[in-house]
T-cell receptor, first 113, second 113 residues
Framework: NAGVTQTPKFRVLKTGQSMTLLCAQDMNHEYMYWYRQDPGMGLRLIHY???????AKGEVPDGYNVSRLKKQNFLLGLESAAPSQTSVYFCASSNQGTNYGYTFGSGTRLTVV | AQSVSQHNHHVILSEAASLELGCNYS??????LFWYVQYPGQHLQLLLK??????LVKGIKGFEAEFIKSKFSFNLRKPSVQWSDTAEYFC???????????FGKGTTLSVSS
């Protein structure tokens, strides 16, 4: 099993451009999450989903949108990228809520210039 | 407010030294706590978790953590560190809604051989 797969792994965007990050999991997990990791800030929750067709805001949702049209996929969109969105983005999934911890993807390093 | 705080930002040890990394959480109710490790260039991996019962939890690679309810703490320990333990360590707790993990800002551990 692949677990949690994130694409792309690296991306450079110009300010104002848009892009979508894809997260796919093959473990039939109900819950999926998007975090961003910045030096000295740990991981901060952007958006999450507790099931197909549902989404909810996390700690830092501004400037991002998400969709969970299929249970196995969780998309993170940046409509108009800003330099402040330069970060490493991690997707994670979990089963039975978060009681059993997350399975993380390998991350997407995004640079906005 | 719900939060997870890690006291140490950067810890430097020699091989065979003992390790203790601090973690405190600020909320009550159901407490589910985790420690994750991130090796350089990799995604987060689960070290150990606490849900209930025995407050001393043993994880992988010789790590353990002790949940002390009166101190709102969940410190990570290892009796003798190795060079391969060089990594960033994150403490995390389940938010009060039970829907997502809140992460501390992380502690960078550097072990010299």
């Amino acid at each position: 099993n692949a677990g949690v797969t994130q694409t792309p792994k690296f991306r450079v965007l110009k300010t104002g451009q848009s892009m979508t990050l894809l997260c796919a999991q093959d473990m039939n997990h109900e819950y999926m999450y998007w975090y961003r990791q910045d030096p000295g800030m740990g991981l901060r929750l952007i958006h999450y989903s507790v099931g197909e067709g549902t989404t909810a805001k996390g700690e830092v949702p501004d400037g991002y949108n998400v969709s969970r049209l299929k249970k196995q996929n969780f998309l993170l969109g940046l409509e108009s990228a800003a330099p402040s969105q330069t970060s490493v983005y991690f997707c994670a999934s979990s089963n039975q809520g978060t009681n059993y911890g997350y399975t993380f993807g390998s991350g997407t390093r995004l640079t906005v210039v | 407010a719900q939060s997870v705080s890690q006291h140490n930002h950067h810890v430097i040890l020699s091989e065979a030294a003992s390790l203790e990394l601090g973690c405190n959480y600020s909320y009550g109710g159901t407490v589910n706590l985790f420690w994750y490790v991130q090796y350089p260039g990799q995604h987060l991996q689960l070290l150990l978790k606490y849900f209930s019962g025995d407050p001393l939890v043993k994880g992988i690679k010789g790590f353990e953590a002790e949940f002390i309810k009166s101190k709102f703490s969940f410190n990570l320990r290892k009796p003798s560190v190795q060079w391969s333990d060089t990594a960033e360590y994150f403490c995390a707790g389940l938010n009060q809604a039970g829907t997502a993990l809140i992460f501390g800002k992380g502690t960078t551990l550097s072990v010299s051989s």
